[in-house]
């Protein structure tokens, strides 16, 4: 069975690491017959100091299912068209709205004061901050709007006009998401590992995995979630390893 998880709120909860005791039980799946997937929003870049030791040779989705590396390379990866980044930059450029754009390890970066997750970006260094232009693959945008919400409504609209990106607005967070069309955490894990899985997750982005798992497990209380989990757990390190185990041994 394979097992996909999720990582910030579901086994990090700091932004920079992982507890020994989920590192341990997760390195315990093939000898349950089991298969780890990460698979995050993150870039794989940005989990380098997560991952530790033999967990980075284990396949990371990232950037919300538009990559895929599979022991430290790169197989595969979903790109935005080029004239629909050219309008989503040329939009940002006008209201003078802050974007993050990712990649495979590089990024772009308008307003960085108002990116709320800017501390947990390359804190290995790996990466160069280019000119949006120089961007080779631009895989994931996101727009933090909040101190620009009056414009959403209208940024959204013109962006769906394009019809070859995934938009999602995450409420609490107040950022627009970016993606390739039809490029989700689920589609790229169905895409390339098939439709068995265990899901653990915590937030809007795992929506479409729980949709799709065999099984699904909510670490947390995010309320737009808990329609699609079939339990929800607390984040408490010990209680989400025990409950790992649990499945491992289930499954």
């Not at 003078?96 to 947990?120: C, G, H, K, R, V």
């Not at 006009?161 to 589609?187: F, M, Q």
């Not at 699904?216 to 309320?223: A, K």
């Amino acid at each position: 069975m394979k097992f996909v998880f999720d990582l910030d709120g579901t086994l990090c909860f700091d932004g920079m690491t992982m507890s020994n005791d989920l590192q341990k039980v997760l390195l315990t799946a093939p000898k349950y017959g089991h298969e780890i997937i990460f698979a995050t929003a993150r870039s794989y870049r940005d989990c380098l100091s997560i991952l530790e030791g033999e967990l980075r040779k284990l396949t990371v989705v990232g950037l919300n299912g538009g990559e895929v590396f599979q022991d430290g390379h790169l197989v595969s990866q979903y790109t935005i068209p080029s004239h629909a980044l050219r309008t989503i930059v040329s939009y940002c450029d006008i209201y003078n709205l802050p974007y993050f754009i990712d990649d495979t390890f590089n990024y772009a970066i308008q307003n960085p004061e108002q990116i709320p997750f800017l501390s947990n970006v390359d804190p290995l260094n790996k990466a160069r901050i280019l000119p949006v232009h120089e961007l080779n693959e631009p895989i994931k945008v996101v727009i933090p709007l909040v101190e620009h919400e009056d414009l959403r409504e209208d940024l959204i609209f013109n962006l769906n006009k394009l019809e070859c990106l995934d938009l999602s607005y995450h409420d609490i967070e107040r950022c627009l998401y970016i993606n390739p069309k039809g490029v989700t955490k689920a589609s790229t894990v169905l895409n390339h590992f098939g439709k068995d899985f265990v899901a653990f997750g915590n937030d809007q982005n795992d929506i479409s995995l729980f949709k799709n798992a065999i099984y699904g497990v909510q670490i947390g209380d995010y309320p737009y979630l808990k329609n699609f989990a079939d339990e929800v757990i607390p984040a408490i390190n010990a209680i989400i390893a025990e409950k790992i185990k649990l499945l491992f041994e289930k499954f």
